[in-house]
């Protein structure tokens, strides 16, 4: 039996799941990381090292994955990770707020606060995508990839007001009421919008062949995955696509104060160009590939592997615009790269869900995990890479236009090499059908053999 598929409605519902994962991760990321280096004038070491504590755990997507594969059934993950990760946004608040009078108690409660959300948003972030990827139409994929980002950018904008509001005037106590309320709403949103989406059945009823078989262990479901030819390129492609796209974030101001002599304000405005940029590529792709009022165009290979390229170009010429200086258009080439990472961005998350499905059944949680994990570690070494890279070619070179020309070359071969990568990679975008088919008929025997050829 084969569930319905998600009405746009529903697309919405799962999407509020983002909008309250993210207003939590915001918080923890950005406000308590203020609040530790300017009024508690803590070293900026700290907030960088908890951060990255949650980047760390997301390698275990892929176990996490494999509990909500077992268990056939993807909604009770995602409420089980947004409890720990509402929990651990209320002790990270409480952490901040008594390392003012307890620091070595508060930093180690923050450790313990950090480890709650990086599991927490590896096992919801994990299961939400898989759950949205098998119940959506393939035509609507780019569309509802762009819904869920939107809507989680959303939840950051929302919680950078309404706590903005709330905490001023400022005091470890309000910090702690505003983050448990915060907290406790985005729970129960999430638990609202998951609420009766997903069917009771997770597998064919009455069917013996799932009955006798005993469940893979998790070293037997990677071992299967790992050794499909286009998971792993898959994963390879979201490696490095990802350092590629996130290795600027924290270059790019620099660069513009540096070589172009913009203000801090000019830079922060150059930043929200870029960003609006970014959900401009965002809807373009939900629009043409979806064909929403219009013809639909392209297939989610092309458009990721065009996101690519465009993304390649738009490097080339921020790297042109440092050597020809202040007479360059830097605002519209900004803006176009940030049209080519939107379409990237939703594109590659559009493929993910597609080739979610395509391979041994029963495995899409470890898939998406597998991959997941891949874009998390590769986000959280993205900047400190583009930021080694520039001080680096700064110091070899006399020129910062030129060091800073270097390092988005550098950037821009990524992008061509992982638009190689997805060539071969999104092939599977042709063949998942016939493959997911084949796997409905044959159960679970055992892993794959080594040897599994394309």
């Known amino acids: 039996m084969t569930a319905e598929s998600l009405a746009w409605l529903g697309i919405v519902r799962l999407g509020l799941v983002q909008t309250a994962l993210g207003s939590v991760v915001v918080l923890t990321t950005s406000t308590l990381n203020r609040i ?54 209320a002790t990270a608040s409480l952490a ?83 983050a448990t309320a915060l907290s406790a709403a985005a729970f129960a949103l999430s638990v609202l919008a998951v609420w009766r989406i997903e069917p009771d059945y997770a597998r064919p009823s009455g069917d013996e062949r799932f009955a006798s078989d005993p469940q893979p262990s998790f070293r037997a479901a990677m071992l299967d995955v790992w050794s499909e030819p286009r998971a792993r390129r898959f994963a390879v492609f979201v490696f490095l696509s990802m350092i590629a796209y996130s290795a600027q974030d924290l270059i790019l101001e620099p660069f ?6 913009l203000t801090p304000g000019q830079t922060t405005q150059l930043s929200g160009i870029q960003n609006g940029g970014v959900l401009t590529g965002m809807l373009l792709v939900a629009i043409f590939s979806s064909g929403i009022g219009v013809p639909r165009i392209g297939s989610l290979r092309s ?28 605002r519209p080439t900004v803006f176009a790269l940030g049209v080519a990472n939107g379409v990237y961005a939703i594109a590659a998350i559009g493929s993910m869900m597609s080739l979610v499905g395509a391979g041994r059944a029963n495995r899409e949680g470890v898939r998406m ?72 008929a044959t159960p679970f025997v055992g892993p794959l053999k080594e040897g599994r050829s394309a």
Not at 112 to 132: E, R
Not at 256 to 261: K, M, T
Not at 398 to 425: G, K, Q
């Open 303 to 330: 458009w990721t592997i065009g996101g690519c390229l465009a993304s390649a170009v738009a490097l080339c010429l921020l790297a042109t615009s440092g050597v020809v200086g202040p007479p360059w258009p830097l």
């Open 96 to 178: 901040t707020a008594w390392m003012s009078s307890n620091l070595a108690a508060g930093i180690v409660l923050a450790i313990v606060a950090f480890l709650l959300i990086g599991i927490g948003v590896g096992a919801a972030g994990t299961s939400l995508l898989v759950l949205l990827a098998k119940r959506t139409d393939e035509r609507r994929r780019a569309a509802a990839a762009s819904i869920v980002w939107i809507m989680m950018i959303g939840g950051f904008v929302i919680t950078a007001m309404v706590t903005g509001q709330l905490l001023d005037p400022f005091s470890p106590a309000r910090l702690v009421w505003v």
């Open 369 to 440: 995990g597998l991959w997941g994990a891949a874009q998390a570690i590769a986000f959280g070494m993205g900047g400190l890479l583009g930021t080694l890279a520039s001080d680096v070619a700064r110091y070899l070179l006399d020129s910062a236009a030129d060091a800073y020309a270097v390092v988005f070359i550098c950037e821009a071969a990524l992008f061509v090499l992982s638009a190689v990568l997805a060539t071969r990679a999104a092939t599977a975008l042709t063949s998942s059908s016939h493959t997911m088919r084949q796997d409905k």
């Open 256 to 261: 513009a104060g540096l070589v172009f002599s």
């Open 36 to 89: 530790m280096v300017v009024e508690l004038a803590l070293p900026a070491m700290l907030p960088g090292f908890l951060v990255g504590l949650h980047y760390v755990l997301q390698v275990f997507r892929p176990r996490l994955g494999h509990g909500s594969d077992v268990g056939g059934r993807r909604t009770p993950w995602i409420i089980g990770g947004m409890a720990l990760l509402c929990v651990g946004g």
